[in-house]
């Protein structure tokens, strides 16, 4: 059970919450020269790390804003939570 | 080790202190012609059919801990084949059609129980979806039968009639059923022993020979073993694997649980899947209801569950069948799984040259054991892709010729 600090309600329990997989992903462009490849990298492949990710999330049950998470897969620890837009934080080794 | 009357008997008399392993532990060699990296059923299934099939003699299977103790020993043992595309439908069935075979064919009881799957429609709408499940399933050639509400509650009489989810019609497909999961894994890796095939257990994977787009080999925990060509049938941790190989794929891992109660005096003879409730179940032999629901709710390798998924499996459960709320649950665990944003797998040939994936069926591995190993085998002994499974190539995910199974994978992903 994860308690997520949402930016703007405060600590709410994780059934508000959607989470929307990898963040930080650029769609490619412009549309015409973008390879098959490339497109489908785009839609379908993503970072599935054993450690370490960067997601999106989505208050559905609150406030309906989206902002990122930097969550550990395993434990599922939350490090840090930030806006949509802002890169992503260095987490060093052995944290 | 084989089991007959005899040696019941022989070691009933020495007092049951002299059975033999049923398989040989074997140690790792220099060089294979055939490295299978994890020995769950795929694995297994997958070294057993090359060396049974086509002849390959000289096979390892490397398994970092157990062997089929990962999702294989994880999952709710369901077998079906209620698919809704004619590419998932022709592999799915030709597994059922092996698992009807396997006991014969491994000598060995992996105790198929065929007491039929009915999937519940609760509403109008549940039921046009049904409905057009039943004639996807009747046009794909898969024997399967429409039940009216009366006949759906003489196969489940504990059903609450009066509840919040009335039942407006069932799909039962009747070759459908459970199987002892680890007799799947035990007797395909005795089989597989005997035909020579090496299992090597607390063997993990922790890289790759070779470069340049080609692999050549593994490097192990254990040391560098040099392989023709290497199958990976890691469920889950396929991406942590192919990441060694440089190898991206469009796969998310998440954690899905099962929950056993105490065992009961049988109440339940069939298995039923409510889409609305998101809950499945069916009674084993020993009584136990084993209960699957839908997958928690982000990505995850903690083989562990969320207790929010618990709670919304139950209670799914208990609006279906009240009386079960006074059942406790034994156990309750988590199988990590490779979900594919198509919910079909991922099988065959990868641009790693000598690599080949048995990859990305989710929620739904345990069932297709038989198939994936049969054609995954045909594949890597006769370089030829199986029929089966073209249309489950990596780079329908380039092409865009998806198989959107997302309805038809029975739990929501």
Not at chain 2, 80 to 85: A, K
Not at chain 2, 310 to 315: L, P, Q, R, S
Request: charged share 20%; glycine share 12%; aromatic share 10%.
């Amino acid at each position: 059970m994860l308690l997520i600090k949402c930016p703007f309600c405060g600590p709410r329990d994780e059934t508000e919450f959607r989470c929307g997989g990898q963040s930080h992903i650029t769609r490619p462009g412009p549309h015409d020269v973008v390879a098959d490849a490339e497109w489908g990298a785009y839609l379908y492949t993503r970072e599935n790390p054993k450690g370490w990710h960067f997601e999106r999330w989505l208050h559905a049950g609150g406030c309906r804003q989206w902002f990122n998470m930097a969550r550990h897969t395993v434990t599922h620890e939350i490090r840090q939570i930030y806006a949509i837009g802002e890169p992503a934080p260095t987490i060093g080794e052995g944290s | 080790m084989h089991y007959s009357a005899i040696t019941l008997a022989r070691n009933a008399l020495t007092g049951h202190r002299n059975w033999g392993p049923m398989w040989k532990d074997a140690q790792p060699k220099p060089a294979y012609d055939v490295v299978i990296v994890g020995g769950g059923g795929h694995g297994l299934a997958t070294a057993y059919y090359l060396a049974k099939n086509h002849g390959v003699k000289n096979i390892a299977v490397l398994e970092k801990a157990w062997i089929g103790g990962g999702n294989t020993g994880r999952n709710t043992t369901i077998v079906r084949s209620n698919y809704f595309l004619p590419e998932s439908s022709a592999f799915y069935e030709f597994s059922v059609k092996l698992y009807e075979k396997l006991s014969s064919e491994l000598n060995y009881n992996i105790m198929f129980s065929q007491r039929g799957m009915i999937t519940l429609a609760h509403s109008r709408h549940d039921e046009e979806t049904l409905r057009r499940s039943y004639n996807a399933m009747s046009l794909n050639g898969v024997d399967c039968e429409w039940l009216h509400p009366e006949q759906v509650f003489e196969r489940m009489p504990l059903y609450n009639r009066g509840g919040r989810y009335p039942i407006r019609a069932g799909l039962n497909q009747p070759r459908a059923g459970s199987v002892r999961h680890d007799a799947v894994a035990w007797g395909y890796a005795r089989a597989a022993s005997d035909l020579g095939v090496d299992i090597i257990q607390n063997c993990e994977v922790t890289g790759f020979l070779g470069g340049d787009g080609k692999v050549t080999g593994v490097k192990t925990n254990r040391g560098e073993i040099s392989a023709g060509k290497v199958c990976l049938s890691v469920a889950g941790h396929t991406s942590q694997i192919a990441d060694k190989a440089g190898l991206k794929l469009p796969i998310s891992s998440y954690a899905l649980q099962a929950f056993v109660s105490e065992p009961v005096k049988p109440v339940f003879d069939t298995v039923v899947l409510s889409p609305a409730t998101g809950v499945y179940l069916s009674q084993t032999d020993k009584g136990e209801l084993v209960i699957g629901g839908a997958l928690d709710l982000y990505p995850s390798y903690a083989q562990r569950g969320n207790f929010h998924t618990v709670e919304g499996v139950v209670a799914g459960m208990l609006e279906m069948f009240p009386a079960f709320s006074r059942l406790r649950l034994m156990r309750q665990w988590a199988g990590i799984v490779d979900v594919v944003r198509d919910s079909s797998p991922i099988l065959g040939p990868c641009p790693v040259e000598n690599l080949y994936l048995n990859c990305g069926f989710g929620t739904g591995g345990f069932k297709a054991i038989p198939a994936g190993g049969w054609t995954m085998a045909h594949t890597l002994a006769t370089g030829e892709v199986h029929p089966l499974i073209k249309p489950f190539a990596l780079d329908r995910f380039t092409t865009g010729a998806l198989i959107d199974e997302a309805a038809a994978a029975g739990i929501a992903h």
